[in-house]
T-cell receptor, first 111, second 114 residues
Framework: GDSVTQMEGPVTLSEEAFLTINCTYTATGYPSLFWYVQYPGEGLQLLLKATKADDKGSNKGFEATYRKETTSFHLEKGSVQVSDSAVYFCALNNAGNMLTFGGGTRLMVKP | DTGVSQNPRHKITKRGQNVTFRCDPISEHNRLYWYRQTLGQGPEFLTYFQNEAQLEKSRLLSDRFSAERPKGSFSTLEIQRTEQGDSAMYLC????????????FGPGTRLLVL
């Protein structure tokens, strides 16, 4: 079946550091890929998405490129802020139905 | 545009009791999904509806779980004879007509079974 693997956290960075959170997936066909973010005490929010190979999703300074050859969708941001501290989930949608999530990566940004 | 709402936000119950959660999707959304998230894990799919029809159920959804969406608007998720292993965050999401549309999540209902 489909699966998503994320790097384990927590990831601890200083403010203005470069962020990479790795995400790889296993799926048949051509899934859509997503990054969701969960801030403390809040629900999941869509951060960005990509629906086909080589698409780049971007939002709020975050970017991720759909790489079919490496089955990856790594999340990057050039300069993180304290307010980016949250749990980040990579997910795929392969059949036009449910989302399959990775285990989540907690990001902690220190001033 | 109001988002997805869920009630209650928190529920504490004793083992063996029945509980019911409610989800109100974004008004124009035809699809409604239920997920379960345990501590430190990603959400896992439980079931989804297209309007009032329940189209798919996960193997995670044991016979003690039942979900309804009687008029194609709000949905309820009932757990009968709760067990401690049912303790989790129950998330609801909704999307437009097709499954390829973005799913928007509610804040969740956190269940603790003592």
């Amino acid at each position: 079946g489909d699966s998503v693997t994320q790097m384990e956290g927590p990831v601890t960075l200083s403010e203005e550091a470069f962020l990479t959170i790795n995400c790889t997936y296993t799926a048949t066909g051509y899934p859509s890929l997503f990054w969701y973010v969960q801030y403390p005490g809040e629900g999941l929010q869509l951060l960005l998405k990509a629906t086909k190979a080589d698409d780049k999703g971007s939002n709020k300074g975050f970017e991720a490129t759909y790489r079919k050859e490496t089955t990856s969708f790594h999340l990057e941001k050039g300069s993180v802020q304290v307010s980016d501290s949250a749990v980040y989930f990579c997910a795929l949608n392969n059949a036009g139905n449910m989302l399959t999530f990775g285990g989540g990566t907690r990001l902690m940004v220190k001033p | 545009d109001t988002g997805v709402s869920q009630n209650p936000r928190h529920k504490i119950t004793k083992r063996g009791q029945n509980v019911t959660f409610r989800c109100d999707p974004i008004s124009e959304h035809n699809r409604l999904y239920w997920y379960r998230q345990t501590l430190g894990q990603g959400p896992e799919f439980l079931t989804y509806f297209q309007n009032e029809a329940q189209l798919e159920k996960s193997r995670l959804l044991s016979d003690r779980f039942s979900a309804e969406r009687p008029k194609g608007s709000f949905s309820t998720l009932e757990i009968q004879r709760t067990e401690q292993g049912d303790s989790a965050m129950y998330l609801c999401a909704s999307s437009l007509q097709t499954g390829w549309e973005t799913q928007y999540f509610g804040p969740g209902t956190r269940l603790l079974v003592l």
